[in-house]
């Protein structure tokens, strides 16, 4: 005998699921760091999301009011641990602003070389680790092999691998190497003799020609992957109006198509030492993107990072060759102990992830009054919880990665 | 628009609400009274000449010198200052905003100082607020969800004001 059901909708309504609280995070691989989210899911669909952050809170903040501004540099290294390099010039650049220094000629073009350099080493962990968040392990071991050398060459520079405190207020605390041995990774890849020394500039050379026909393989890899593409493409979809709404910088406010980056159109200190560069700047949408990417999706976001990578190369080269002329010397001393005008400034630079703010307040003494580091990360995160609402369980990390968010820069 | 003309439509549109100027410095800022911060936002982003649609930061910073014997040199009356730096992606100019605060509400240690908030305005305030208040310890009214972000929930005081306590313990941990 068969049980009739006259309406299949009083089924469906006694098989009904509860709504459930998961916690991911703050030890979830795939949440970069220590990143909780707290997530109410109804089976699969996830209605809400709550950030909680501060895990790595060491209120560098209140560090940066006793120690002088050259002092706190090596602080900053440790808030986007993975772009070192350009948190120290982002800092450096907002003490020259407040005390109206001058940086010669050869120290700008050093900087920029170094802090495009690490604009490359930043965007490979983000594909990497991308990659990894959303299965695929093999481009995470090519990008840290490519990183790998990177890192090889600042340590030859200034002694570091990832906390350099190297770009400081004045300009750069030595000059570039004249002879190094090729990095040992970048020799067993090229077929080099391990010890023939070459100048840093030409291991550089050496490192970009062979990263850039490479490009080419990251993009089979991931970017026109299919499984890679149903994962990112028209997921996460970030409006022009909210991005700017909510204070989004860096490749999240370029993949939601709006054509800024403070390289163009910052603050003249900043953007005089760009002058006479040739670089583009990618925004979304773009005409190679599959047609199921829609603007502001997972997918642009990466894409964003991927053709910057290209652009950093061309301005390390374009620094390179520029550098042996530059005027001037790599560094205009400065005093640990000088102390800072009453006046007050807040300047923006463009870091991997998005726009680093400083704002320091003098008072006639060393340290600063009030020395405050505004995380491009932090509010980038803060989208999270719009752009999770109603996605899928396993979208989160695919969201969550393609922001690519360092929790040492949001907790400070 | 360079920030006189800023401040003289401001001046116009608010009359004495828009308590004062600084066009010398290095960031031009112009000061608002407490209670007209939302207004005054609500225009700079919906005007069409300002349009500042995005909060590059929002802050806050204690002129307070805890050393009895500092602070005759010190400069400042000591207060709080909330200072909003906007941007316009549309018209690509800079601004700085200004809110005088005093130290504590009324000047009764303890009770912490109110400005009403402009999560309304810029959707990134929520956040920038939030951390205001857990390490400046500045009430916002009318946020919707002024938690600590960054310290813990059960945390006491507030790290960035100028004569914040150590703690010497938390939960049995000693620093």
């Known amino acids: 005998m068969s049980i009739q059901v006259e309406d299949p909708r009083v089924v469906e309504f006694d098989v009904r699921t509860d709504e459930m609280l998961v916690n991911m995070g703050p030890q979830h691989p795939s949440t970069h760091g220590v990143l909780r989210l707290l997530l109410r899911t109804d089976g699969e669909v996830v209605h809400e999301v709550t950030p909680h952050i501060g895990y790595l809170h ?16 090596p602080y900053t290294d440790r808030m986007d641990y993975l772009a ?67 890192l090889d060459l600042f340590e030859e520079v200034c002694g570091a691998r990832l906390t350099y405190s190297y770009l400081t207020v004045g300009g750069a605390t030595h000059d570039l190497p004249a002879s190094i041995p090729i990095p040992p990774g970048l020799a067993s890849l090229t077929g080099d003799d391990e010890n023939r020394h070459v100048s840093w500039m030409q291991a550089a050379t050496l490192f970009l020609d062979w990263l850039e026909p490479r490009i080419r393989e990251y993009h089979t890899l991931l970017t026109e992957n299919s499984i890679f593409i149903k994962r990112t493409a028209g997921i996460g979809i970030l409006s022009r109006e909210d991005a700017i709404s909510y204070g989004c910088t860096g490749p999240v406010l370029r993949g939601s198509g709006v054509d800024h980056d403070l390289r163009r159109d910052g603050e003249p200190i900043y953007t005089r030492m760009y002058d006479g560069y040739d670089f583009e700047i990618p925004v979304a949408p773009f005409a190679k993107a599959p047609p199921e990417a829609v603007l502001g999706d997972n997918w642009s976001r990466f894409f964003v990072r991927m053709m910057e990578v290209v ?98 820069e949001i907790d400070r | 628009m360079n920030v006189s003309d800023i401040h003289k439509r401001l001046v116009d549109e608010f009359g004495d609400k828009i308590s004062g100027v600084n066009s010398e410095t290095l960031d031009p800022w112009i000061e608002v009274v407490p209670s007209a911060i939302v207004e ?114 059960d945390w006491e005081g507030h790290a960035l004001r100028k004569d914040y306590d150590f703690p010497q313990e938390y939960h049995g941990v000693r620093n």
Request: hydrophobic residues 40%; glycine residues 8%.
């Open chain 1, 84 to 150: 070192g390099m350009n948190m120290n010039l982002g800092m450096a650049l907002a003490t020259e602003k407040l005390i109206g220094m001058e940086v010669p000629e050869k120290a700008m073009v050093l900087r920029v070389m170094i802090a495009e350099m690490g604009r490359i080493a930043s965007h490979l962990v983000g594909m990497g680790a991308y990659g990894l968040d959303l299965g695929s392990f093999s481009p995470f071991l090519y990008a840290f092999r490519e990183r790998e050398i990177i």
């Open chain 2, 40 to 153: 005054v936002a609500t225009y700079l982003r919906d005007e069409p000449e300002l349009r500042f649609d995005a909060l590059n930061n929002l802050s806050a910073v204690d002129y307070f010198e805890p050393d009895e014997k500092k602070a005759a040199k010190f400069s400042h009356e000591p207060h709080l200052e909330v200072v909003y730096h906007l941007y316009s992606y549309a018209n690509k100019h800079f601004l700085t905003l200004k809110v005088k605060l005093p130290r504590w509400q009324d000047d009764e240690p303890g009770v912490l100082p109110e400005i009403p908030s402009v999560t309304g305005v810029w959707g990134i305030a929520d956040w920038h607020e939030r951390e205001a208040y857990d390490l400046m310890g500045i009430t916002f009214t009318g946020h919707p969800n002024l938690r600590r972000i960054l310290c813990p929930e």
């Open chain 1, 311 to 408: 652009q950093s190369i061309g301005l390390v080269r374009q620094a390179i060759a520029k550098y042996p002329t530059a005027e001037g010397t790599f560094r205009v001393p400065y005093k640990l102990n000088q102390k800072l005008p009453s006046a007050e400034c807040y300047l923006e630079t463009e870091c991997p992830r998005g726009q680093m703010g400083f704002y320091l307040v003098g008072d006639g003494k060393a340290e600063p009054l009030r020395a405050r580091a505004k995380s491009s990360c932090f509010c980038n995160l803060s989208v999270t919880a719009d752009l999770c609402r109603g996605c899928l369980l396993a979208d989160i990390p695919s969201i969550v990665g393609s922001l690519d968010v360092v929790m040492g």
């Open chain 1, 58 to 73: 060491r209120c560098a903040e209140k560090i940066g009011e006793n120690l002088s501004p050259p002092q706190w540099i």
